[in-house]
Nanobody, 125 residues
Framework: VQLQASGGGLVQPGDSLTLSCAYSGSTFRDWDMGWFRQPPGKEREFAAAMRWSGGTTKYAESVKGRFTISRDKAKNMIYLQMNNLKPDDTAVYYC???????????????????WGQGTLVTVSS
């Protein structure tokens, strides 16, 4: 299984940005997909996740209402649409994948077996 994240960059507060993650190496049937982020000097944290088959989504409170996770099954792609970006959203963003876990495990780093290389998002004026 390989994951390739892209789309990061430097944006201003209030801007929007969409991250992409390409998946390969599995049919991904019943796999769960997530986005995590690691702010400078801090630990990696959960941002958003979704069920591959069912579309159930989960978000961290800090991004709820501003970020949207989505998928394109035909292209084996997962996206993270980020609106109204804030300086606190500055981080390296990682996509991750795992065979289906309990709903309560969607937000846990330890639930995910495969990780992309990360893409840097900097929000600054």
């Amino acid at each position: 299984v390989q994951l390739q994240a892209s789309g990061g960059g430097l944006v201003q507060p209030g801007d929007s940005l969409t991250l992409s993650c390409a998946y390969s190496g599995s049919t991904f049937r019943d796999w769960d997909m997530g986005w995590f982020r690691q702010p400078p000097g801090k630990e990696r944290e959960f941002a958003a996740a979704m069920r591959w088959s069912g579309g159930t989504t989960k978000y961290a409170e800090s991004v709820k209402g501003r970020f949207t996770i989505s998928r394109d099954k035909a292209k084996n792609m997962i996206y993270l649409q980020m609106n109204n970006l804030k300086p606190d959203d500055t981080a390296v963003y990682y996509c991750a994948a795992t065979p289906r876990v309990a709903l309560s495990g969607l937000s846990l780093l330890s639930s995910y077996d495969y990780w992309g290389q990360g893409t840097l998002v900097t929000v600054s004026s």
